[in-house]
């Protein structure tokens, strides 16, 4: 494929060779850059020459074979017997003594009286030394008397290996010099109109300089992809698109080679600085002259690889990539890294450097300052919420970390900012940050924020071991006097105390990432309480306010404070905005967080449907429901929802999924068990109903937190005691809870107030419902008031009151509006709402064999049997009941062999288990 038009070329080589006929000796040097078309200059010559009777000679240097000492001269004198260098018997390995060199030129010369001699050598960088060394004798002792024409070629810019022979040819003055230019944009048209499917594209030709440069070798090789392949370009557009590993791309590579030998090195440093790439850069990086460089990157310009903006085209940049051995780029940015942090560079920019010097599936080997720059370019991110690319850095940061304490850090803020991506993961670091605690010596400064962490994502558990861990420290000035003063407010175990009325205590929807500011501690730094929030001054805060890393906090603990005020509606709404607001930032995690805060809103609001809807809505945005133990709060909900609503099957299918050993260690774990107990408690389990609320009972009180505004377990085990005709421990838990500093709250205060009625007189009944019923309507929970409007219908029927009809009406209407099926069957066909005083719940014949069988077992055997029982494993039964597994093993061998049974299977369901006494429970 003719493209370049070499006439003025082949002119002056025709006139040379007139020259050399003539009896003048002539040497023209063709020097150019990669890929110009020297080679096939040189070539059209020879043919030309040789066609006119000329004696041709032809060779072609290579870089395979420039260590073989005269294979260029033997390829040269290939089949001229008078020029074999094997009749040279002294001729050695290592290249022809100045004797033997005489005579080569002489018969030479003696041929050349026949006919001229055409030297013909293609690639004169290449050439063996040896073959440099005659040809340079030959160039030195050129005269009138001989015919020779000596043309070489070379790379422009392309340092040689011998650069004395060049410097001989310049001071010749027979030495005559070529130098092939790129083509022009015009010439780049005129070599395209001689293909007919190619010229009518609109800016084809403008693309194919532009990504050829005008080197004649890239032109014909994008010309060649784009020959005869219809794309969009046939229908009168331009669309020049290289392929990679394709012709343009193998022209490359030609190029890259016939440039020097370090520039594919050279142009991969190009790419690893982008803009940074100077020659000053560039020798350090790679480790050369500056010289060098200029003349490196001199090459790369001329050969069309190299533009202004840097390697001309991505597939340019692809294929020095491709061909660079393993390992070259990883080495080039961790140098590149060094140098840049020690001109003191940009974190982020040094960043960049270093997490590519990390080949995938390999282990970091970085200097010590290389954590804290990782943690400095992530913080960046963070604030750009680039979120995944700050999760990357930290990760690198601490796989490359050999410092304990920083590593808890970083896992700490691992923990932070993956929450808006996956609970789930964000779980697994915090885990991870406090395995660290536990093993390495952390400072109080480094344990501080994964203590507010913990706090607020509600690893209570874990949390009390930190602040004890804080505590067995000593005062290193570390930690600031407010710092300080939030550890004093916490009690022994390090939960917050109840004194504290601005604190607010964690919620299980609201694991905070507070921990992403050591400066923040839960609950102080926010205008806002659980309780006595004022909403008018909330909703301006929202309204404000908008969704950021830094700003979630604040604003879940705005939005508790409207859920857990009269205004829950507005809290709803406020979910409801954040959870899209979410989808704009692509945070799932955030998402299922308002989610869940959502649902949870609607269950309070007795919309049971829209608390299912927006529960599953939550659990799908996280990844891994079974492993986070954020999951069990969307799940509490979802249980709650689908027990209330008569949903019995849905509702056991999660009851009966075996949950992560860690729930019962968190603030989540409180709310599933409740919805746990509510399931056992409708479907008439109350064993092991009790059983999950004694356990959230103890472990609120444990804490700290034993709030009935935050989970009001007391009136909840008050409901399953009636059931089982215990009304004066039910009497004495639900007096407690009115006594507490909640009770105001028309919520709880209904609530206890609706219990309380059931444990009085019957004649006393009314007029504590009327009271519950007019705090039920001001909290906004429906499905309560609807209760206890039906327990008022049942408390006037009993009586005799005409009103109870209405009133009955309403709770029906009520129960319908929420969707609460098993209220609603409960209303329609009546059913006994209060156990009387000295009544016991009726028990099938089955009930009573197995209350009979378990008659023989001791309290400690009956209460681990009844456990065991009910599903819950040997390490969960030792949790609850505070023994050792190895104590539960030895009881269960002795239940089954009283029981004369051999399997955990064959365990009675209702065994008689004697929950915690009243006064445990107050």
Known sequence: MQLIDQKAEITALES???????????????EGAAGCGKSELLATFAEQAASTGANVLFAAGSAADRDAPLGTLRQLFDGVPALDLGQLQECGSDGLKGEEMRELHVRLCRISECAPVVCCIDDL????????????????HHNRSTRILLVVTQTLHYSPFDAGFSTELLRRPSMSRLQPQPLTATEVVNALSRFPGLTGRDGMAADLHRISGGNPLLLRALISEHTGVRTAASTGSGDVRPQPGGAFARAVVSCLQSCGQNVLTLAAAIIVLEDLATTQLLARLIGTTRTAVAQGMSALESSGLLSGEGLRHSVVRTTVLDHLPPGTLAQLHRRAADILHAQGAEAALVAQHLVSAVPEGTTPRFPEWAADVLRGAAEECVEHD??????????????????TQKRVAIKTRLA??????DPGTSEQHLTEAVRGARTAQVSVSGLLPLLHLLVAQGRMAEAAEVRGLISSRPEDGEADTSERVYLAAMDPDGAPTNGDPDFLVPSPLSPQPSGAFPGRRPGKDSPFSAVGANSTDITRFLRATKLTGATVPPIVQAIMAL????????????CRVFRNESLRFDAPGWQALFSALRAQGLLRLGDLAGAE?????????VADQRTSDFSYSAL????????????????????????????????????????????????????????DLFQVGRLMKKWGIDRPLVLPWR????????????????????????????????????TSLRLRAATSDPKRRPHLLDEAISELRRSGDRVALARALADLGDALTALGDPLARTIRQEALSLAAECKAAVLHERILHGGPPVANPGATVSELPQDRRERETGAALSDSERRVASLAALKYTNREISGILHITVSTVEQHLTRVYRKLNITRRQDLPARLDLHPLEASEAL
């Open 563 to 574: 859920t857990t005020s009269e205004d829950l509606e507005r809290g709803v709404h406020w």
């Open 16 to 30: 040379a060779l007139e020259d050399c006929r003539a009896g003048r000796n002539r040497i023209v040097l063709i």
């Open 125 to 140: 960088h290449h050439v063996d030394a040896a073959s440099q060394q005659f040809l340079q004798y030959v160039a030195r």
């Open 636 to 691: 509490s909900t979802l249980l709650r929802a689908r027990t209330e609503m008569g949903k019995y099957a849905e509702a056991a299918a999660i009851v009966e999924q075996p949950v992560p050993d860690t729930l019962h260690l968190t603030v989540h774990g409180l709310a599933y068990f409740r919805a746990r107990a509510q399931y056992y408690m409708a479907t008439r389990q109350f064993q092991a109903a009790l059983i």
């Open 613 to 621: 809807e927006h529960a599953l809505e939550s659990l799908e945005c």
């Open 715 to 750: 009136t909840d085990v008050a409901e399953v005691l009636l059931q089982l005709g215990q009304v004066a421990r039910a009497e004495q838990l639900v007096h407690r809870q009115l006594s507490m500093v909640d009770s105001r709250h028309p919520w709880v205060r209904g």
């Open 416 to 421: 932070a900012i993956v929450w808006r991506l």
């Open 386 to 403: 680039e979120i995944s690319r700050a999760v990357a850095l930290l990760g690198l940061a601490h796989r490359s970390c050999a410092d």
